[in-house]
């Protein structure tokens, strides 16, 4: 009786069992599957192939530059009372007003009253010399739309005084298109009656008011970022990687009590920490170019200097530019790209590169291409590389080199010169 009871009990416990080889057999049908596949398409698969095309690749690598400028404070308050006639990114001589300062919030509003006042007066002075001109309002009319369209992109980029001036020619525009029905006796008594109340407030303004002028010649900047005494020219000559590192980490506190400041000279200088392999591959005096990432302004520069502590993974690099960007003005640390070269050519994965060695012992770097049905090799001669391709010279002249469109073959079986192959 016992014993029955142990053969039923296995047998229950035979029918609950998983069954394990099931698993196994479905990896090892997936592994059958792939396997004939990659087969089947090393044998009878048809060619892969990628136009050959141009493109401009930069030899660069990414930083952060900090600006090394002469730079002066300007002395006075950047209070309320305080209104800007030059703005950031505007060149000024030495002594010229940059602003003018208030003696209370009352004589400020009377000047932006006086200013009002200055518009209208000149734009009837205007209706008074166009009052009764027959110009052809055709011609007027594209001349207000090129206005409107200068006016629009200067928004942009444009400085203060420009975006003054652009507009101020739109006014200009707009009233001698309407000159044929304005009548100049109505304007003359409208114009005497505004220049009455501007000679009063004029009297009010007297003695209230003082000019803050340039202490040099430059570029003036509303930015002052507490940098202007640490990052001084007359540090570049003993600035090592060690004393970068430290200023950089130091925190200036901005005191807030300068006007603004002058950026003198017309050169600059930019340092960046940068990776040794690739200061190695730089030496003062060399020509690069800079491109400030985020302003997407791109300029020459020259190595000024370098500093490569011995068994050090990072270096130093001051460079220096003397083209100036109205932006660059308000800059101190910014991300750049530094471009050492750039190559024009075609593009060429590296997949597709073979050396051929011809019957008299001769190698050639080139690609298969497919010429209707039949593979040719064509040679190439890279001009740069990167992990995944070559940028490779477009001959004019050699009939057996690589040309724009080719079709290049990336992949297939058997590949040779002059053979018919699967497509």
């Known amino acids: 009786m016992e014993q029955d009871n142990r053969q039923l009990h296995r047998k229950k416990r035979k029918r609950t069992q998983p069954n394990n080889r099931l698993p196994v057999l479905v990896i090892a049908a997936v592994l059958v599957f792939y396997i004939g596949a990659q087969v089947i398409s090393a044998f009878f698969g048809s060619v892969e192939t990628i136009t050959a095309a141009h493109v401009t690749v930069d030899d660069s690598f990414g930083a952060t530059g900090w600006f090394i400028r002469d730079e002066v404070e300007v002395s006075g308050s950047a209070s309320d009372t305080v209104k800007h006639i030059v703005y950031s990114g505007e060149r000024v001589q030495q002594n010229a007003p940059l602003a003018i300062e208030y003696s209370d919030e009352q004589s400020l509003d009377h000047s932006r009253e006086l200013e009002a006042l200055d518009e209208q007066i000149g734009l009837l002075d205007t209706a008074l010399q166009t009052a009764g001109d027959g110009s052809d ?7 207000i739309t090129l206005s409107m ?3 629009s992109a200067q928004l942009k980029t444009g400085s203060g005084a420009t975006l003054s001036s652009a507009a101020a020619s739109l006014r200009t ?4 298109r309407e ?4 009548d100049a006796a109505t304007i003359s008594a409208e114009r005497q009656a505004l220049d009455t109340q501007r000679q009063s407030l004029a009297q009010q ?3 209230r008011t003082s000019e803050i002028t340039a202490p040099s010649s430059g570029y003036f900047s509303e930015i002052i970022d507490g940098y202007e005494q640490v990052f001084t020219v007359d540090k570049l000559e003993d600035l090592t990687l060690e004393t970068f590192q430290k200023l950089t980490a130091a925190k200036p506190q901005n005191s807030g009590a300068a006007l603004g400041k002058i950026i003198q000279g017309f050169s600059w200088y930019l340092g960046a920490e940068i990776p040794t392999e690739q200061a190695n591959r730089l030496s003062v005096g060399t020509s690069l170019r800079v491109r400030f990432t985020q302003a997407s302004i791109e300029v020459p520069v020259t190595v000024y200097a370098l500093d490569k502590p011995r068994n050090s ?5 001051i460079l220096e530019g003397n083209e100036f960007n109205s932006e660059m003005v308000s800059m ?3 991300p750049i790209d530094i471009i050492l070269g750039t190559y024009i050519g075609l593009k060429v994965p590296k997949e597709a590169a073979r050396m051929e060695t011809d019957s008299k012992g001769n190698s050639t770097l080139g690609v298969y291409i497919l010429s209707g049905s039949m593979s040719r090799f064509k040679s190439i001669q890279p001009l740069y590389e990167t992990d995944q391709f070559y940028v490779v010279q477009q001959s004019a002249t050699d009939a057996g080199a690589l040309v724009a469109q080719d ?3 990336i992949k297939g079986k058997d590949i040779q010169n002059n053979r018919v192959v699967k497509t």
């Open 173 to 176: 525009l707009s009233l001698r």
């Open 137 to 143: 309002a055709a011609k007027l009319d594209q001349l």
């Open 179 to 182: 000159a044929g029905t304005l």
């Open 313 to 317: 993974d990072v270096s130093l690099v």
């Open 205 to 207: 303004l007297s003695g």
């Open 149 to 151: 369209q200068q006016l």
């Open 407 to 409: 079709k290049i073959i």
């Open 332 to 334: 101190r640390d910014q």
